[in-house]
Structure formats: C-alpha cells, structure tokens
C-alpha cells in the first residue's frame, strides 16, 4: 500500500506542476477515494469480470462489502484513464519491483531470476504490427509481456512491449537497470529457448553477465556435432539423466559461438535430447545447469498459467492507438537493401580488382620498357666502344662480354614480363566471371527491393492501461503467493489462484462494520475436511492483529455447520 501510494502521490504532483489547470479527478481525490478505484480494478478477476465493462450488469455484493458501495463501467474507467494520463503503469512496476524484492529476498545479497515472454493476442480488423504467437501457432497482433520472477517463484515485475519486439535487444540492459534500481546484483538468469540464440549469448558475454536458456527443441543437434568435454556425470536429484560440457565440434563455429554448451542424456543412451547454452561461471559443474534450468517450470510457466487462468492476463484493456510506419516493412526494406548493398559492394570490389591488375600490369609495361630503353643505350654505346677499337687494334673481348650479359638480362626480364602479365590475365579473367556471376544477384536483389512497398502506417495502441492492469494481475497474484505461505493451512498452501478463488476468495459470508472493529462470518462448507481447514486459516489469520486501512481491527471466522456431525465410522476410532 504504501509503495503504490507513494508512486500515485508522484506522479500526481508532477501532473500538476506540468499543467496546474487541469481539472482530473484523480489530481483532488482522497487517498481513500484512490483505493476504493485500485480494489475495483485489482480485485476483477476475483468477481469473475475481465473488464471495467463487465461492471454493466454485475449485481454482486463483493466490491461492496469492501467499498460499502459498486462501481459501475464509467467511473472506474474514468479512474483507469486518468491513472494512464498520469504515466503510472511503468513508474509503478518498477516501484513494486523493490517492494517485492525486499519483500520475499531481504537484503543487498545477489538474486537470481527467470524470465520469460508472455504473447498476449489481439483480435483486430485493422492494419497492425504483428508478431509470432506461440500459443496460437500463427502470426498476428498483440502485445508482448516480459515476466520476472524470483526463487521459488515469487513475482518481481511485468513489463508491456510491442508485439515485435525481440528479447536479445531488451534482456540484458534490462537486466543492468533492475541490479542498479534493487541496489543488488543479478546472479544468473533463467530464460527459455527464445534467448537460446547467438546474439542474446554475444551480448551477454560482452557484459559479462551470467545466463542460462536452452536451445529450440525444433533443432536436431546430433552428438557428432560437439566435442565433449570430459566425462558424463549423473544430473542431482535425476538419476535418469547425465550430462557434460562441450563445444561445436565445427572448428570455426566453436570459434564464433562464445555460449558454454551443456549437453543432457538418457543414461545408457549415446544422443543428446536437451543441448543448455550461456554464459556462467566457469566453476559450475555441467551437472549442476539442467537442475537450475529446470526451476523454471516450478517458478515460472506454472505461474503465468495461474495469471492467465485465474487473473485475466490475455485481456487487453484500452483500444487508443496511433498511426506509426510499419517496422516490419521497414526491417524488410533494411535486410533487403543491406542484401543489395552487400552484392554491390562485392561487385565494386571485383572491378576495383579488374582496375588495379589492369594498372599493374600497365606498370610493369612501363618499368620494363624504361629499363629496356636503358639496356639498348648502354649496349649502343658499348658496340660503338667496340669498333673504336677495332678498328686502333685494340682488345675490345671484355665489352663484347657486357654486352652480351646485357642481352641475356634483356631476354630475361622479357620472359619475366611476359610471365607476370599471363598472370595478370589469369587474374583479371577470374574477377570477370565473378563480375558475370554476381550480375544475376545484384538484378534479382534489385528486382526485389523494387518490388517492396514502401512503408505505409500501421495501428500501435498505448499500452498504458495495459500496464497498469498488468500491475494490478501481478500484485494480485503476489497477495495470494502472500496469503497462502503465511495464513492458509498447511494443505491449503499449495492452492493456485484459479482453485484459491473458486475455493475461497470468492466465498460467501456477512461482514458487521463496528467501530472499532470489523467481523466477517464466512458461510461453511458442506465438507469436514474443508471446514477444519477454513477454520485453520482464520485461526492463523487472527493470531496477529490485522488493521484495515481506516484503522479498524479485522476478524474473519467461519461459521459452524449444524449439519455436519462428529461420528465414528462402524466403531474404528476414525472420524
């Protein structure tokens, strides 16, 4: 209460000095006023409604025995437009984000935590940036949900992006904001196959940060693709399976790929059936990385499913939208011009090949003609020696010499030229027919290019009011994660929200406003075991005082039922 109080009593004031003539209601309500509108929205699930809309024809006394009073449609969702005017939904995540990590991890020492997307669809008839829904199995509008949770599956945050955008550009700067906002290092993080990619591993391990993710079971990687490093080792608490390190047996992929690689068996078995891939410490045992991957199932999937089951958590809220060019026009307009501006490049390159053996061998023309010309001087000034010579009787064999070891050096550096300029030939005909084979993709990936539309405008709806609904899902489930490890009965503290609120949250009973105190009387159940364990639970619940928000002390008891009967079964002792 206190965190969302503060984060309200925040973002109102800088609402008002930004336009101090605005006339909201939410900027001169009551504190009390405030959480009348936060109980209505946080507690819709728990009436069975999705929506403020569902509020049209609700008749039921729930809202009212907290509020003494029901809202309908129009006011609580005038309440929900005016906190989204405010800027309240991410403010408030990450505000809740330290509530809980305190709450659930006290201290400063380091955290680990699982992460994982949430696809959540939208069913509309207007152009949309759109994205894979796996749940769905196609391609279509929505919103996507980053989901954060602590050990033992406590809830951390949930933040709301758009439909295509991609985890490795989110996680790990994320990441780097939450260990600076809790004032505590992030451990390690457990995140499912979709950070199992090269780039999500490349940016982690230029931060130096730890993760842990799996690659797609769609992929086959049989065992002659790695190189085993050392012996398999028995998996903890998994007799069944053994493990060991290894890396790509491909000698350039295993220099390019910087993950660690972790591969899981069926003992007595030769192929891999779960390749774990990341970056963590080099003094964690290979056995030890499918225990901690596994957490996740417990910690994580099993929670969102009680979100999407038992908190409304595939509903979208608010429908305001703006035209904003269309991204994945764009991204193909971008991989398709990088296409084209890579074969041009290569094809530049060629001719630039072309040009520069054809000046080299130009150059090696005008060098051997030079010497030449020099070579023939000397020989023409050498044979004039010689006659001169001749004719005073004079020895002239040794000119004669010279000049015959020049002609020999002429001979051979004609061969030689000749030589360099076949090569050159070979050269230049070889970046040809490079040239002549690149010409067909350079005019497919233009044809291509042309043959992209340009971006138009696609519909992007303000994801506000879905954060804050977001906010009001997670907060709610962390109450029952609350609730249930601290005042329900032992063999009640396993219940799910969905089973919680079917069971008990939504049971009837009276509720007797004093003054000093109130007393909620809940009906009994036609069941001894479910009884006692109600009984249990407000037992528990009643042996610390508990103040309602106004001040007042709070009791719940169950009431007795006439008919149920103590009584020994055929004499055995058992009742």
């Known amino acids: 209460m206190a965190t969302v109080t503060q984060t309200m009593a925040t973002a109102i004031e800088l609402a008002r000095r930004a336009a101090p003539d605005r006339t909201w209601r939410v900027l001169r309500s009551e504190p009390a006023t405030f959480w009348h509108g936060w109980s209505h929205l946080l507690y819709l699930p728990v009436l069975g409604l999705a929506r403020p809309a569902d509020l049209y024809y609700y008749q039921g006394p ?242 969102i499913r009680d979100l999407v089951n038992g908190a409304n958590l595939n509903v979208n809220y608010g429908y305001t939208a703006q035209a904003v060019p269309d991204r994945t026009q764009q991204r193909r307009q971008a991989a398709a011009q990088a296409k084209l501006a890579g074969c041009e490049q290569r094809l530049l390159e060629q001719h630039e090949a072309i040009l520069n053996r054809t000046a080299q061998g130009q150059a090696l023309q005008d060098a051997a003609q030079t010497a030449q010309d020099e070579v023939t001087r000397q020989i023409a000034a050498l044979q004039a020696e010689i006659a001169q010579r001749q004719a005073a009787s004079q020895t002239w064999r040794r000119q004669e010499q010279t000049v015959q070891r020049w002609q020999r050096t002429v001979a051979q550096a004609q061969t030689r030229l000749e030589r360099q300029l076949a090569r050159l030939q070979v050269e230049i005909a070889a970046h040809q027919t490079r040239c002549e084979a690149l010409a067909p993709t350079l005019a497919a990936r233009q044809a291509a290019c042309d043959a992209l539309d340009p971006p138009g405008l696609r519909r992007e709806r303000e994801l506000e009011k879905d954060q804050l609904m977001l906010d009001c899902q997670i907060l709610l489930d962390s109450l029952h994660d609350w609730v249930r490890h601290h005042y329900l009965a032992p063999v009640w503290q396993t219940l799910e929200l969905p089973t919680a609120t079917e069971l008990l949250y939504r049971k009837a009973g009276r509720v007797t406003w004093a003054a000093t105190h109130i007393e909620v009387v809940l009906e009994p159940y036609r069941y001894l075991e479910q009884q006692q364990w109600l009984a249990e639970t407000c037992r528990r619940f009643n042996a610390v005082p508990r103040y309602w928000r106004d001040g007042r002390l709070l009791h719940i008891h169950v009431a007795p039922d006439p008919q149920l009967q103590l009584c020994d079964f055929q004499g055995t002792g058992q009742t």
Request: contains cysteine; proline residues 8%.
């Open 62 to 303: 729930g809202l009212q025995a907290l509020c003494q009073f029901t809202y309908k449609y129009l006011p609580l969702e005038r309440f929900l437009g005016e906190l989204s005017h405010l800027q309240l939904g991410y403010p408030l995540a990450w505000a809740l984000v330290a509530c809980y990590s305190q709450a659930w991890y006290p201290g400063a020492s380091p955290l680990f935590i699982f992460t994982d997307w949430h696809d959540k669809p939208l069913w509309t008839k207007h152009a949309a940036h759109a994205g894979p829904m796996s749940m769905w199995g196609r391609v279509m509008p929505g919103t996507k949900q980053l989901l954060l949770n602590g050990p033992e599956g406590h809830w951390l945050a949930g933040w709301d992006y758009a439909v295509d955008t991609c985890l490795p550009g989110v996680l790990v700067d994320l990441e780097a904001s939450l260990a600076d906002h809790l004032q505590r290092p992030i451990a390690y993080t457990v995140c499912d196959s979709e950070g199992g990619g090269l780039p999500t591993g490349q940016r982690y391990v230029a931060a130096d940060r730890h993760y842990i993710s799996v690659l797609p079971r769609g992929e086959t990687h049989p065992l002659t693709d790695f190189t085993v490093l050392g012996a398999w080792a028995p998996v903890p608490d998994d007799p069944t399976h053994e493990a060991v390190a290894a890396h790509w047996q491909d000698a350039d992929r295993a220099q390019a790929d910087p993950r660690r690689l972790v591969l899981l068996r069926r003992v007595a078995t030769t192929e891999p059936t779960r390749v774990y891939t990341g970056h963590w410490s080099a003094d964690w045992p290979a056995a030890s990385i499918p225990g901690r991957f596994r957490q996740r199932w417990a910690c994580q999937e099993r929670r």
